[in-house]
Nanobody, 127 residues
Framework: QLQLVESGGGLVQPGGSLRLSCVGS????????IAWFRQAPGKEREGVSC????????TYADSVKGRFTISRDNLNNTVTLEMNDLKPEDTAVYYC????????????????????WGQGIQVIVSP
């Protein structure tokens, strides 16, 4: 099972940018799809973006399309989420999750097979 650690969160003004990183340790990072989820206060967790294990396919929630970009570096076991034009509604705790099943994670937003989650990192978008 992968161990995942997020970094890069913080406070930013509307219209600003942040870069989140998810670093994995453990076996076969390159065989796992990686997704970013977020959970805002009082709301359910939602899928934000996902990248397939070889990094060929990416998916995005409609609310972040055109503003967020996901990428991965399998040599360094890292997935990055570039977030631009941030809005107050992007405020949430962001988590990364891993799955060996690309379709299940990147289409169905289901990471239950692996159960690998980071601890979460806060993003606050506020004037």
């Amino acid at each position: 099972q992968l161990q995942l650690v997020e970094s890069g969160g913080g406070l930013v003004q509307p219209g600003g940018s942040l870069r989140l990183s998810c670093v994995g340790s453990g076996p076969n990072f390159h065989n796992h799809a990686i997704a970013w989820f977020r959970q805002a206060p009082g709301k359910e967790r939602e899928g934000v973006s996902c990248i397939s294990s070889p990094g060929i396919t990416t998916t995005y929630a409609d609310s972040v399309k055109g503003r967020f970009t996901i990428s991965r570096d399998n040599l360094n076991n890292t997935v990055t989420l570039e977030m631009n034009d941030l809005k107050p509604e992007d405020t949430a705790v962001y988590y990364c999750a891993a799955s060996r099943l690309d379709y299940r994670l990147c289409v169905r937003w289901d990471a239950t097979d692996e159960g690998s989650w980071g601890q979460g990192i806060q993003v606050i978008v506020s004037p």
